[in-house]
């Protein structure tokens, strides 16, 4: 996997996306805090608020931007983004009201959401082979990975030191670091479609999806994944500490599970993917992530069981694994099924779309949670991700021979076996 870092501009890129990672991992933590400073026990609705914000701002945003830079030089657009970002961060410090973070938040969430789809879109044209690109999907999704579970001990042992506000001062430092490293780097030339009407640029990519049977697969993808993450991302923390009675050390050990399994598949997907088409690893991870809130739901019925607490680290981690056989391909579709002239446009589109699924499942996982109960509500959304699941294996079917064709029998690492 590591071999694909050979590539200079890709070595430069992947560092950038490092350092911005820690930097945002940072600001997860010192946002918290400065919340609870500012508002004490409704501290929950501050980030609550800001979190509705980043979702809407990733919608909205991304597609309208995309469209309006479309001419702009891809170092130019990623390094103003970068500098826009640490530049909020450097601002959050001196807030001294709630509604300055979210005027903040919607800024950087912004600057995020021009950043990211431009950057994904990127990494095809720099490694154009597909194996090559498959290893970089992996090492990226690992990147992630290591981030949701690195950054909070590193917060951590930083807070032993300094004030919670000095971390936002980190989170600049990162953004920065991210401008200097893409700065430094020799991006390929980008192809600009002269003349095309504003409105035709910002349609450009959903249009794409709609007439594309595998990225209209993906958009239910999206759903069947983010119906697992909102159970795992809102309520883990209820299942652990208040039905199950353990420690705020047992809920961090669990959300590691779910982190190690998405690892695990990350760095055995470029060999598997050599072997097997984008399809049936997708589908496969698009079953076993209903059939895991089903097991959740399970768990939560029987409390006391010896066996529940093992249950849940062993279902934490099939659904990590299960989610990453989803995610970590998915560029691939995309990069597959665009071109140069309309690639940034399509990364811009699902980046949006998968995040408007966040929009309704996050609020529903917690209000059910609330309501119903933890059991209840992972039944509903396995129904959810069953229905997405059915929607997507239709979708796929009409276009599998021809995409299993392009993604494994003319993939340039299996056409040499």
């Known amino acids: 996997m590591l071999e694909v870092l050979r590539n200079s501009a890709y070595r430069r890129l992947f560092s950038a996306q490092v350092v911005a990672l820690i930097g945002t991992g940072l600001l997860t933590v010192a946002l918290g805090l400065l919340a609870f400073d500012l508002a004490g026990g409704d501290a929950g609705i501050v980030l609550g608020i800001a979190l509705t914000i980043k979702m809407l701002a990733y919608v909205g945003v991304a597609p309208v931007v995309s469209a309006l830079t479309s001419h702009i030089p891809r170092k130019v657009l990623l390094v103003s983004s970068d500098v826009l970002r640490a530049g909020v961060a450097i601002s959050l410090p001196f807030v001294t009201e709630a509604w300055q973070i979210y005027v903040l938040i919607f800024v950087l969430q912004a600057a995020s959401a021009t950043f990211t789809p431009a950057f994904q879109a990127l990494i095809p044209d720099v490694l154009p082979q597909e194996s090559e690109y498959t290893r970089a999907l992996s090492l990226s999704r690992l990147a992630y990975d290591l981030e949701s579970l690195l950054s909070p001990i590193l917060a951590a042992a930083l807070l032993t030191v300094i004030s919670y506000h000095s971390l936002f001062v980190g989170t600049a430092l990162g953004f920065a670091g991210s401008a200097a490293l893409v700065l430094s780097a020799t991006l390929p030339a980008?192809?600009?479609?002269?003349?095309?009407?504003?409105l035709d640029r910002l349609t450009r990519g959903v249009r794409v999806f709609w007439r594309t049977p595998p990225l209209r697969a993906?958009?239910?993808?999206?759903?069947?994944?983010?119906?697992?993450?909102?159970?795992?991302?809102?309520?883990?923390?209820?299942?652990?500490?208040?039905?199950?009675?353990?420690?705020?050390?047992?809920f961090a050990i669990t959300l590691a599970c779910y982190g190690l399994g998405s690892m695990i598949v990350?760095?055995?997907?470029?060999?598997?993917?050599?072997?097997f088409p984008d399809r049936r690893v997708m589908l496969i991870g698009s079953a076993i992530l209903p059939v895991g809130l089903i097991a959740v739901a399970l768990l939560t019925l029987a409390p006391g069981s010896p066996a529940t607490w093992p249950?849940?680290?062993?279902?934490w981690f099939v659904l990590g694994a299960a989610t990453a056989l989803i995610l970590t391909p998915s560029a691939r579709l995309l990069r597959r099924h665009s071109d140069d002239t309309n690639r940034p446009a399509v990364f811009?589109?699902?980046?949006s779309l998968s995040h408007a699924c966040f929009i309704a499942t996050y609020p529903l996982a917690g209000i059910l949670g609330a309501t119903l109960g933890l059991a209840p509500t992972a039944l509903i959304l396995a129904a959810i991700a069953v229905l997405a699941g059915i929607v997507a294996a239709r979708?796929?079917?009409?276009?599998?021979?021809?995409d299993e064709a392009q993604g494994t029998l003319t993939s340039p690492s299996s056409s040499g076996r």
């Open 348 to 351: 811009a589109a699902q980046f």
């Open 311 to 315: 249950g849940v680290l062993t279902v």
């Open 218 to 250: 993906l958009l239910a993808m999206n759903l069947v994944v983010a119906a697992s993450t909102a159970m795992v991302i809102v309520n883990t923390i209820i299942l652990v500490q208040n039905s199950l009675g353990r420690s705020q050390v047992d």
């Open 190 to 198: 980008m192809r600009v479609t002269a003349g095309t009407p504003f």
């Open 266 to 275: 990350a760095l055995a997907l470029p060999r598997v993917l050599d072997r």
């Open 395 to 402: 979708a796929w079917t009409t276009a599998a021979t021809t």
